[in-house]
């Protein structure tokens, strides 16, 4: 078995390294030239994972042919904006029926798509086989071989249990679901909620605060899941709740710490310069704010993360706002 991890960041790298140490043939195709050296060389990615050894069996290759050549499965950990070009330009490099693994979370922007539908028009007629792995997951811990336990969605059952047998280690549980929809779109909206909660942070309020952010989070979460085809089940489950909590309340949360600065009185443009790598609910918020218009699915957090980020809204009137909708029942 071959696993070839598309994107070196510092999620890739990691997925990479742990596959690579659980005896998997795996190579990691790397865009940057020096994180390629800095692998190859001292066994470490110190442009997007300091401080933390690489397996020596983990192989890194810059050239797309060599590293997927003879790969039985790929599993995509490229920004979710930028996942339909690569896949495009990589179209000629995969097999037919190429197995496509997506650890990215997001939706795209120009199109309002999941990841799934991404890929499938991406390689239409090659039939890619997509399954979505996603859950409560830091880099910082996993690469250190931290208990973490996550989902793989694959309406495939065989295929399904195929990839949660390949992908669990001693230290990495996954646990396997028919409801892929459910397990990207859990990954994707969690990230705008996990803004949110760094806001009320930022803002200096306090865990009252936090709590009713998940939990009406995790119903704006399921009303818009169940709207783009995902099941209620999944919603309560590791890449649903368990991985809003994750992101909403640790610090090692990019998109909590976006919130937290917007929070402080950071602009947006000052924060995304800060960072090197991407906090994909800055975008989420977007995609979400379009599709809860095209679907009629009310969103009142997501709304107001939107009006924060893109029309420069005070988070503290946004706070206002919220609060003071019309009453409801839960």
Request: charged share 25%; glycine share 10%; hydrophobic share 40%.
């Amino acid at each position: 078995m071959k696993i070839a991890v598309l994107g070196a960041g510092a999620w890739g790298t990691t997925l990479a390294d742990m596959l690579a140490k659980n005896g998997r043939n795996t190579t990691l195709w790397a865009r940057e030239p020096e994180v390629v050296a800095d692998i190859r060389n001292h066994r470490e990615n110190r442009v997007f994972l300091p401080g933390v050894t690489l397996s020596e069996a983990l192989e890194v290759e810059s050239d797309p042919a060599t590293a997927f050549d003879g790969a039985d499965y790929f599993l995509v950990v490229i920004p979710s904006q930028f996942i339909r070009p690569a896949l495009v330009g990589f179209r000629d490099l995969l097999p037919d029926r190429p197995v496509l693994v997506n650890a990215s979370k997001g939706i795209e922007l120009s199109t309002l798509a999941p990841v799934s539908r991404v890929v499938a028009e991406a390689l239409e007629g090659k039939g890619p086989r997509y399954a979505a792995l996603s859950g409560p997951s830091f880099a910082a811990e996993v690469s250190r071989n931290m208990p973490t336990s996550v989902s793989l969605g694959c309406e495939d059952h065989d295929l399904g249990r195929e990839l949660q047998e390949a992908f669990s280690t001693p230290y990495f549980r996954v646990y396997y679901t028919p409801d892929y929809r459910g397990v990207e779109l859990g990954g994707a909206v969690k990230n705008v909620i996990a803004i949110a909660a760094g806001i009320a942070d930022g803002l200096g309020f306090g865990h009252d605060a936090r709590a009713a952010l998940i939990t009406r989070g995790l119903a704006e979460l399921s009303r818009l899941g169940e709207a783009m085809g995902g099941q209620e089940r999944t919603f309560m489950g590791l890449s649903g709740m368990g991985d809003l909590v994750l992101t909403c309340t640790g610090d090692l949360s990019r998109n909590r710490q976006v919130g937290l600065k917007l929070g402080q009185g950071k602009t947006l443009d000052e924060i995304v310069g800060e960072m090197k790598a991407v906090a994909e609910g800055v975008k989420t918020t977007q995609s979400l704010h379009d599709l809860a218009a095209k679907l009629e699915v009310e969103l009142p957090i997501t709304e107001q993360v939107y009006k924060i980020l893109y029309e420069g809204k005070d988070p503290a009137q946004a706070t206002t706002d919220l609060m003071s909708r019309d009453l409801k029942d839960e």
